[in-house]
């Protein structure tokens, strides 16, 4: 297993992608933990057939030659234009996100509980998250894969879950229901502060790639 690290960013500006990424990945995360709280809010029955007291093993990320160059040569490119200032844009392949949550040390921690994968236009996560700050679920987990979509456009996040299994189980569709029927967008940008979304152009899963685009800051 290869675990290199890109090159140390220089710069405060130069953190900006690793904050994108860590922007992305933990709206995921929130996303899941608004799911936790749907199951405690609307089926508090299901709390401890949905989840579990032990935490599920997320394998590492087995990290190819090619995939490191890949990774490093798309983080160099951004690096350098947010130390410049410049607007730039950047495509990740589906199998190379975990690659980089692997190899940066901001969201290494993120990678050990969770793995996303990508679809077309949708996004897969598979996690495994402590529920110690959801009321009520102390010392369980939610262990599980979340399937939905993701997008940034014109300053606005927005996303919708499509399908999400807990601790081998369907998470009934009257809980989805209900969490697609409040703005899980601007949840999820509120909890993670919204100056990250201004520092968005746009963001959208196609093709089974993460396209980001950042907006020049000088």
Same mark, same amino acid.
């Given at each position: 297993m290869v675990r290199p690290k890109p090159g140390k960013p220089s710069t405060s500006k130069s953190a900006?992608?690793?904050?994108?990424?860590?922007?992305?990945v933990?709206?995921?995360?929130?996303l899941v933990i608004l799911i936790a709280f749907g199951v405690y809010l609307y089926a508090s029955h299901l709390r401890t057939s949905l989840t579990a007291t032990a935490p599920l093993e997320i394998a590492p990320v087995e990290i190819t030659p090619v995939q490191k160059r890949q990774v490093?040569?798309?983080?160099?490119?951004?690096?350098?234009?947010?130390?410049? @200032?410049r607007a730039t844009e &950047?495509? /990740?392949? @589906?199998?190379?996100?975990? &690659?980089? /949550?692997?190899?940066?040390?901001e969201t290494r921690e993120v990678s050990q509980r969770a793995s996303i994968a990508l679809d077309g236009d949708t996004a897969k996560a598979t996690v495994s998250l402590p529920l110690d700050g959801v009321e009520g679920m102390q010392g369980r987990y939610l262990n599980g894969d979340f399937t939905?979509?993701?997008?940034?456009?014109d300053g606005k996040m927005q996303i919708k879950i499509l399908s999400a299994v807990a601790n081998q189980r369907p998470?009934?569709?009257?809980?989805i229901n209900k969490l697609n029927e409040r703005d899980l967008g601007?949840?999820?940008?509120?909890r993670l502060g919204r100056n990250q979304v201004s520092r968005l152009d746009s963001l959208i899963i196609?093709?089974?790639q993460l396209k980001v685009r950042a907006k020049a800051t000088r």
């Open positions: 900006r992608w690793l904050k994108i990424i860590g922007f992305v933990g709206g995921l995360v929130l490093e040569k798309v983080y160099t490119q951004v690096r350098q234009a947010m130390e410049q @200032g &950047a495509v /990740l392949p @589906g199998e190379d996100i975990n &690659a980089l /949550l692997s190899l940066t040390p939905f979509r993701l997008a940034v456009q998470v009934p569709q009257y809980i601007e949840e999820v940008a509120r196609e093709d089974g």
